[in-house]
Antibody, heavy 120, light 110 residues
């Protein structure tokens, strides 16, 4: 299993970033996928999850209405569109494979993370 | 403030058994399975226990999980220096419709 995140970087408050995660080594279309973030030195915060067929999508309250998760099974990839960014969104964003088809199944395999910094 | 509550730190000497607790509520641990993650500093988290007490094949038998009511615990026996890491519990929350994590416990091997 390999998950490679990209798209992180520096953004000003109020601007947008789009994270991507390229998956390989497993049948991508059979598993839910998640984004989980971590402020350096702090704990883990689940951000969003999407089921195998995009039929179920969920968000943490802290990002609801600003972030959008999506996936493209043909490209073995999933994404996180982050709009109206805030300084408190600054974190390392992990793309994570789910253990099952659905979002309530536990996140299991974690990629290495991509850093997002929101600052003026 | 995390939805699931863990002690911030735990410690033990090599060979000892250490237990880390995780407390939640009826909407998360009380209803759904608990999972545990290990994060060695500078690396991505790794799934240690899923469905309360199931181990991925690569996780040693020294690690075990249990759940009772709205609380869960992770036990590591035969403590080794390589066990020094942060440990996080997590569960799906039916009220929030979201995954929730504990604040993490830093395990120190003395």
């Amino acid at each position: 299993v390999q998950l490679v995140g990209s798209g992180g970087g520096l953004a000003q408050p109020g601007r947008s970033l789009r994270l991507s995660c390229a998956a390989s080594g497993f049948d991508f279309e059979d598993f839910a996928m998640h984004w989980v973030r971590q402020v350096p030195g702090k704990g883990l915060e689940w951000v969003s999850g999407i089921s195998w067929n995009s039929g179920t999508i969920a968000y943490a309250d802290s990002v609801k209405g600003r972030f959008t998760i999506s996936r493209d099974n043909a490209k073995y990839s999933f994404y996180l569109q982050m709009n109206s960014l805030r300084p408190e969104d600054t974190a390392l964003y992990y793309c994570v494979k789910g253990y099952t088809l659905g979002v309530p199944g536990p996140p299991d395999y974690w990629g290495q993370g991509t850093l997002v910094t929101v600052s003026s | 403030q995390s939805v699931l509550t863990q002690p911030p730190s735990a410690s033990g000497t090599p060979g000892q058994k250490v237990t880390i607790s995780c407390s939640g509520s009826s909407s998360n641990i009380g209803t759904n399975s608990v999972n545990w993650y290990q994060q060695v500093p500078g690396t991505a988290p790794k799934l240690l226990i899923f469905n309360n007490n199931q181990r991925p094949s690569e996780v040693p038998y020294r690690c075990s999980g249990s759940k009772s009511g709205t609380s869960a615990s992770l036990a590591i026996s035969g403590l080794q220096s390589e066990d020094e890491a942060h440990y996080y519990c997590a569960a799906w929350d039916d009220s929030l419709n979201a995954w929730v994590f504990g604040g993490g416990t830093k395990l120190t091997v003395l």
